[in-house]
Nanobody
Framework: QVQLVESGGGLVQAGGSLRLSCAPS????????MGWFRQAPGKEREFVAS????????YGADSVKGRFTISRDNAKNTVYLQMNSLKPEDTAVYYC????????????WGQGTQVTVSS
């Protein structure tokens, strides 16, 4: 079973930036849609953003619009989440997900990477 591997999380001060990356464990794996989700302590998992193979982007919560940018490098089979102007409320475990169909559930998930924003 292919797994997605996230990297780039860490501890940052409010106002700082981080870039998360996600790549599949198998280089031959490809997905039509890649997305980022996050889950803060005591809260449900929240959709952050997604991007299709052709570059169509969807953002989730209004709180990240204008601060977070999703992108993908199809040649490297990697998806990124650039997070700027980070706030303490962005603290969460961030998960990468993928699916092979334009619609439907995400079939592939990463283990998650912790992002902690200090005030």
């Amino acid at each position: 079973q292919v797994q997605l591997v996230e990297s780039g999380g860490g501890l940052v001060q409010a106002g700082g930036s981080l870039r998360l990356s996600c790549a599949p464990s198998e280089r031959t794996f490809s997905s039509v849609v890649m997305g980022w989700f996050r889950q803060a302590p005591g809260k449900e998992r929240e959709f952050v953003a997604s991007i299709t193979w052709s570059g169509v982007i969807t953002y989730g919560a209004d709180s990240v619009k204008g601060r977070f940018t999703i992108s993908r490098d199809n040649a490297k089979n990697t998806v990124y989440l650039q997070m700027n102007s980070l706030k303490p409320e962005d603290t969460a475990v961030y998960y990468c997900a993928g699916r092979k169909m334009l619609m439907g559930s995400y079939n592939y998930w990463g283990q998650g990477t912790q992002v902690t924003v200090s005030s």
